[in-house]
């Protein structure tokens, strides 16, 4: 790990000036920490921004939805008894998030920023395009992790398992740097690396997620959260998928289904959810929406399995929240 | 946890305070380890794992895979499990750090300890210090786990010998056995 100089500011204006001058953020450092560790990022100077009040926990005010700070551990939203019954997936999503010490040291806000786990991007050694690199060395190699739809130049996959949970119930950030504050769709969070743009997230140098927001209409949602792993524990999703939706008289309103881990971003079709529309999630229902779904996927050598596990997993889900 | 909603507009945005910037190199860190308050110079790039085994000598805490995938390097920060690879010392500066070197109280084992050696439940023991520390944070949470609580407890602690079984009796002994 390079050598770096070090500040634990209180407040966020501070936190925010430092930034401004290329500092890098550190929360939970789950994810930062390894990244320094392998040289993959060589930052100056941190901000540990673990100090800053105000930015840790959740509140429910009557009626206008969900807020929860960025520099919340994963483990209190897993934990907590009263979120577990206003918006269970969070619970189901984070159970099986990578082990009990990774989620007391995570934050939401370092979750929604983690970066990709493709074994080519996290060698130092190798100089993929993501890097800067001229290729891509996933595409023609070892690729049984990678995506199977939506990518362009690198094939990495969406790794989080909050994110879909997230956006299945229309999730908003709030967003702050020493310029001003703006927000956004967590959806418009995440952009497939293409072109000039090297990157995974759509956060702006010197900017800050400082909170997530759930919309009150959203909590009317059935919602569930269905993962796939090599093994029963510690592990990133080899597909996983949030489906969410209404359910009135026996049928589906406000369908979302947002799955991880088969490409560069949480893969979401609205054509699939709006076939959805006032379906009662039969089982031709569920097929067709995996059709729509996974319309244009393209597996590579070693991934043509999540297909067929992703199609599985959508039907799955659906025939859950009618269960 | 209280249910302490984020309070992002009262976050002054303007602040006349200067902000103490530490390193690269060393630097004076005060930790509560195992309940005694010491002093440290470490730079602020060295993992709490490293400042524990190499400034203040507690070796108990194993450096395994170095990058938060094993466990081995399981400690308590203010009661709770994490992974002492993955956290800069600095960043635990007025923490309680718990290891395995201070769980035995006047040449007691504590009561974990002595659960695992009752029930047999390591090969190798290069893990052990880790899944202990795992059972020990769970039980303060869940002073009667069922096989699951444990299960769940130490899933993020890998045995290569497959101890497990033996690992998962011993959580769920110590449980019942008194303090």
Redo the contacts between chains.
Sequence with gaps: MNAFSYARPRTLADALRLLRNGAAALAGGTDLVGLMKDGLTRPTTLVDLTGIDGLRGWSHPKGRGIRIGALTPLVELETDQSLAKTMPILREALRDAATVQLRTMGTVGGNLLQRNRCWYFRDEGTPCWLKGGTRCFAVDGENRYHAIIGAQECVMVSPSDLVPALIAYDAEIALTSSRGQRSMKLIDLFVAPRGRERREHSLRPGELITEVRVPEAALARRGTYVKAMDRKAWSFALVSIAAAAKIERGVARDVRLVMGGIAPVPWRVIAAEKGLEGSPLDEAACADAADRMLTGATPLRDNGYKVTLARELVRRALRSLVA | ????????S??????A?R???????A?ELALTVNGQAVTVQV???R?LLDTLREALALTGTKKVC????C?AC?VLVDG????SC???A??C?GKRVETIEGLAKDGELHPVQRAFIDADAFQCGFCTPGQIM?IV?LLRETPAPTEDDVR??V??NLCRCGAYPNIVSAGVNAGKRKR
């Design positions: 946890m209280a249910a302490r909603g984020p309070n992002i009262n976050v002054p945005l303007t602040s305070r902000v103490v910037l530490r390193g690269p190199g630097t730079p602020p790039r993992t170095d990058e938060g995938t466990g399981t709770r499990a994490i992974y993955m956290t800069l600095v960043t500066e795992s944070a769940r407890a899933a993020g």
